[in-house]
């Protein structure tokens, strides 16, 4: 294990590396004083007609020197010869700098709103890196992130063209930031052309182009299609162009990402599958968009009784609207808190118009009757009753279902509903001052 500063062991080492430090430095000058002292050897140079002895001792410290001055000498004349490239280098590390400065500085000003100045600095920074190629030289090092700071030079230069809406100068800039990641390798560079795609795309959104949008995000790779930024995107565009089945799969991401609150996710997913749904034109088109929503999507109250609505209205068979309602039935009359009083006026009214529109169920007379004894206060189970009895020919018991439930309805078509069964009730029986009385009832309904 690794010793605690100031522990003992560290202490213990530190004291044994100094001594083995001081007995070394003992060595080499007992070494020295045998050489130097015991040495007896002398140096003979003979230079016609001289003759010169010099010790050993003496010669080898006159080589060291040499060595030294030697030595010293080269690396003051390779200094002295490195000085223009040195200079060089400090110049174009100096252009190389103003470059970051002033891609900083327009990044500054595109954030704070000052796009003429942003666009301005990013100009700036395009000139200087084509100074700096073409005063850069083979020997010269290129600056490492220069290819980015190029495409991000042009990226800013297009978002404060487009705040200036200059779109010439923001597709010239745009187009450059593309070329750029032709046979580019570099993953920062890519990072930075995914940027200016999104961009392009958030452009052609507040152009209200949404086709142009969606080329745009489906040229990201997987990963970046993916984000929830690209996600909003295309949620967007799909609305705009009327693609509700993308955009609930879009929806449908984002919620899972948790892109959206609990609430908005739930109003959302509703919307986009209701507009799903009036995309259909015939009841097999409007069963194959039921089919695709998802268990969560199929058990909103507001979805089933769209749906159903819509199937009716398409002159669907009614039958394939009862496994729909069958569920939110059960729903409202085993969990009567989990329903509101305008939801019960509105699946009572829509299972009204599904048992209508079919051959009579007594299953289903002897399940609302039930219910309408267990909810007496319940007006539109009433209503219900009145006119799946009317259906099964109990006119007597019709008549009173109705006349009990009709002046209580607040919905105005149940209402008239009402008060129109009620006036083809008296006509049956031939009482006609009555059936006028209905008639107008329903009249005045029709007047609100």
């Not at 140079?45 to 040499?66: E, G, I, Q, T």
């Not at 009482?431 to 006028?436: I, V």
Request: positive net charge; charged residues 20%.
């Amino acid at each position: 294990t690794t010793p605690w500063p100031h522990s003992p062991q560290l202490q213990r080492g530190v004291e044994m590396r100094a001594a083995l430090w001081l007995i070394a430095l003992f060595a080499v000058a007992v070494a020295s004083a045998l050489l130097a002292g015991g040495n007896n050897s002398t140096v003979t140079v003979f230079w016609s007609p001289y003759r010169v002895d010099l010790s050993m001792n003496l010669v080898l410290l006159l080589l060291v020197v040499l060595f030294a001055v030697l030595h010293f000498a080269l690396r003051a004349l390779s200094a002295l010869f490195e000085l223009p490239h040195q200079a060089r280098r400090w110049r174009l590390q100096q252009k190389e700098r103003a470059m970051h400065a002033m891609l900083l500085d327009g990044l500054t000003q595109l954030m704070s709103g000052r796009y003429v100045r942003s666009a301005k600095s990013a100009t700036q920074v395009l000139r200087l890196e084509a100074l700096l190629a073409e005063t850069r030289t083979a020997d010269d090092v290129a600056p490492r992130h220069v290819q980015q700071l190029r495409v991000f030079s042009h990226l800013i230069a297009a978002e404060s063209a487009q705040a200036l809406r200059d779109r010439d100068a923001r597709e010239t800039h745009l187009q450059a930031v593309l070329d750029e990641a032709q046979g580019s390798t570099s993953e920062a560079v890519l990072e930075v052309v995914e940027a200016a795609q999104l961009s392009a795309a958030r452009w052609s959104l507040s152009d209200r182009d949404a086709p142009a949008a969606l080329r745009w995000l489906d040229g990201l790779r997987q990963g970046t299609a993916r984000r929830t930024l690209a996600l909003r995107m295309r949620l967007k565009a799909s609305r705009i162009e009327h693609k509700f089945e993308e955009a609930l799969d879009t929806a449908r991401l984002l919620s899972k990402h948790g892109a959206f609150t609990g609430a908005a996710a739930h109003s959302l997913l509703r919307e986009l599958a209701v507009a799903s749904l009036n995309n259909a034109h015939d009841s097999a088109q409007l069963q194959r968009a039921w089919d695709g929503l998802e268990r969560q999507e199929r058990e909103l109250p507001e979805v089933v009784l769209h749906a159903a609505e819509r199937m009716l209205q398409l002159s669907g068979d009614a039958s394939l609207v009862m496994p729909w309602l069958t569920p939110l039935w059960n729903r409202m009359v085993q969990q009567p808190d989990s329903c509101t009083p305008d939801l019960r006026l509105r699946v009572t009214h829509m299972l009204a118009r599904a048992l209508l529109a079919q051959p009579a169920d007594a299953e289903w007379l002897a399940s609302i009757e039930r219910a309408r004894q267990t909810y007496p206060r319940w007006v539109e189970l009433s209503y219900l009753a009145g006119m799946v009895c009317w259906h099964h020919a109990l006119w007597g018991k019709a008549q009173q279902m109705l006349e009990q439930a009709a002046p209580q309805l607040s919905l105005p078509e149940m209402q008239r509903q009402a008060w129109r069964t009620l006036a083809l009730l008296a006509e049956h029986k031939e009482e006609t001052a009555r059936a006028q009385l209905c008639w107008k009832r329903a009249a005045e309904v029709t007047l609100v």
